[in-house]
């Protein structure tokens, strides 16, 4: 039933491990999205996928590799956490390619602590 | 660089109050979007508009296109509308831009 789903909901791992976070939707959309939310609540784009292709890469860094193995998935792979990585991290999907001419779906966030 | 200002950054009400919530941009948009966050941390798409006005049940979301301005509006607030509520826009090829949010607090 649930159109956004991401796993875990929560994480908490030491600071150099490689974590993944999972992202479907069963809305059929062609578009889905990472957002990282800081500690002061602030929304930011990180990537945009658009029929499993990357769209925006808003500056960040390479230890942050999204990955898309068909239209309804897009995963985050983080590689050497660090502190400043801690977050709630939104997944979220929109029905065609004209992004924030959308209305979008939000799963309901991975929040990562790192220790 | 779009910037994106909400105001208040908190805002507590009495049940029943009419409330609004003001965005404004700096730079010509195509659209924008009022999002809310609720308590628990999920997010939900309010409304996403480039002109003039919508309406769900007791929200109302007006855009002001030349003066680079919308509100949110609740009326008959109540305190299950507690929570976040966040103005997104969209401009050009840029990617959403959002403001900082707005913490509303509904007493009973």
């Known amino acids: 039933d649930t159109a956004v789903s991401q796993t875990p909901k929560y994480l908490v791992t030491q600071m150099g491990n490689d974590k993944s976070i999972k992202c479907e939707q069963n809305?059929?959309?062609?578009?889905m999205y990472w957002y990282k939310q800081d500690s002061k609540k602030f929304l930011k784009i990180m990537f945009s996928?658009?029929?499993?292709?990357?769209?925006i890469n808003e500056t960040v860094p390479n230890r942050f590799s999204p990955k898309s193995p068909d239209k309804a998935h897009l995963n985050l792979h983080i590689n050497s956490l660090e502190l400043g990585d801690s977050a709630v991290y939104f997944c979220a999907s929109s029905p065609g390619t004209s992004g924030g001419q959308e209305t979008q779906y939000f799963g309901p966030g991975t929040r990562l602590l790192v220790l | 660089k779009n910037e994106v200002e909400q105001s208040p950054q908190n805002l507590t009400a009495q049940e029943g109050e009419f409330i609004t919530i003001n965005c404004s941009y700096s730079?010509?948009?195509?659209?924008l979007h009022w999002l809310q966050q609720h308590p628990g941390g999920g997010i939900v798409s309010l409304f996403m508009?480039?002109?003039g006005k919508k309406k769900h049940g007791r929200l109302i979301a007006t855009i002001n296109i030349q003066e680079k301005h919308s509100s949110l509006h609740i009326t008959a607030s109540h305190p299950r509308d507690s929570a976040v509520y966040i103005c997104?826009?969209?401009?050009?090829?840029?990617?959403?831009?959002f403001g900082k949010g707005t913490r509303l607090s509904v007493i009973a």
């Open positions: 809305l059929g959309h062609d578009t």
């Open positions: 508009l480039s002109s």
């Open positions: 730079v010509g948009i195509s659209a």
């Open positions: 996928y658009n029929n499993k292709e990357l769209i």
């Open positions: 997104a826009v969209k401009a050009g090829n840029t990617p959403l831009v």
